[in-house]
């Protein structure tokens, strides 16, 4: 169990200036697995053609290992089947909740969701395809986990150095609390345990590789924690050069004012990773009116 905070505070995210508790997707996916949840339970005691209505719905809608049942909208349905309230509960509020409500402010709904929803596949294939190979039994796999896994990769990549409150009490950063999971899940693989460790790494690992190509789309920025940021700090830095012009103004021919141009690509992505510096390290709400529409016209791009 844990919280977060900002450098030692817990965070309170304002609830004005467009930041909120809950986001669209953020809500919508509560409102749905919590939905999903409840009905499960409601119609446990309902039967079909003599059979209980829960395994029915467990053996189309769970996701089922190949050769059993697997189909392919399992890969889908499967992130929004939880049968344990606790199961339900770490998942939403400790996982989609808490790391997903900044995530979305950053990125946008849509894509937040494209990627909520392509990590939980992926985690799933990972665990269609592996667990044959690592697990000693075979069964249906349900819940979010692997799709939470993507998204607490997402934040850490975003804020590698906000606090974890772990049980409330234990400071840690999440770039370290997030990569003891991982190594955890690792360590994990091939217990006699309930859990889809392969899952949670198939979500990871898929978070991480959207993150990597969607920062160099975007121009060739890395997660602060990467191998290659990792490795430039050993790296000797090149001298600055002198820079050989000035800069230019443009003319307006209706009324020739002079107009500053817009500024390159490169000057645009170092100012975003300026804003995303600061939220890491005084959150959203410390954002000025100018900083915010940065971020939103930037989100627009990514979408």
């Not at 997903?100 to 894509?111: A, I």
């Not at 693989?189 to 190509?213: D, K, M, P, R, T």
Request: glycine share 10%; hydrophobic share 45%.
């Amino acid at each position: 169990m844990a919280g977060y905070g900002n450098q030692g505070n817990y965070y309170r995210p304002s609830m004005f200036g467009g930041f909120t508790f809950f986001p669209p997707v953020i809500k919508g996916l509560l409102i749905a697995n919590t939905a999903v949840f409840l009905l499960l339970h409601a119609l446990e005691g309902f039967t079909f053609n003599g059979s209980s209505l829960y395994p029915v719905l467990n053996e189309y809608f769970a996701l089922m290992p190949l050769g059993h049942g697997f189909m392919p909208w399992q890969l889908i349905t499967y992130q929004f089947m939880h049968w344990d309230f606790w199961h339900l509960f770490f998942n939403m509020v400790f996982g989609v909740w808490m790391f997903g409500m900044e995530v979305e402010h950053v990125w946008g709904s849509r894509k937040l969701l494209i990627f909520y929803l392509t990590c939980g596949a992926i985690a799933g294939l990972s665990q269609l395809l592996l667990s044959p190979i690592f697990e000693p039994t075979l069964g249906p796999t349900i819940g979010a986990s692997g799709a939470v896994f993507g998204v607490m990769v997402a934040f850490a990549t975003m804020f590698p150095d906000r606090l974890i409150y772990f049980y409330f009490l234990i400071p840690i950063k999440v770039k370290y609390f997030v990569a003891f999971l991982i190594v955890l899940g690792v360590l994990s693989v091939g217990g006699n345990s309930n859990i889809a460790n392969l899952a949670h790494l198939g979500g990871a690992l898929a978070g991480y590789v959207y993150i990597l190509i969607d920062r160099r789309r975007l121009g060739g920025v890395r997660p602060s924690w990467s191998f290659g940021n990792w490795r430039s700090r050993f790296q000797r830095p090149a001298p600055p050069r002198t820079p050989d012009v000035v800069d230019a103004k443009v003319f307006d021919i209706r009324d020739g004012s002079a107009q500053t141009p817009p500024p390159p690509q490169d000057d645009f992505q170092k100012r975003i990773d300026e804003i995303l510096d600061k939220i890491s390290h005084s959150g959203y709400q410390s954002l000025t009116e100018e900083e915010k529409k940065i971020l939103f016209e930037a989100g627009k791009r990514m979408n």
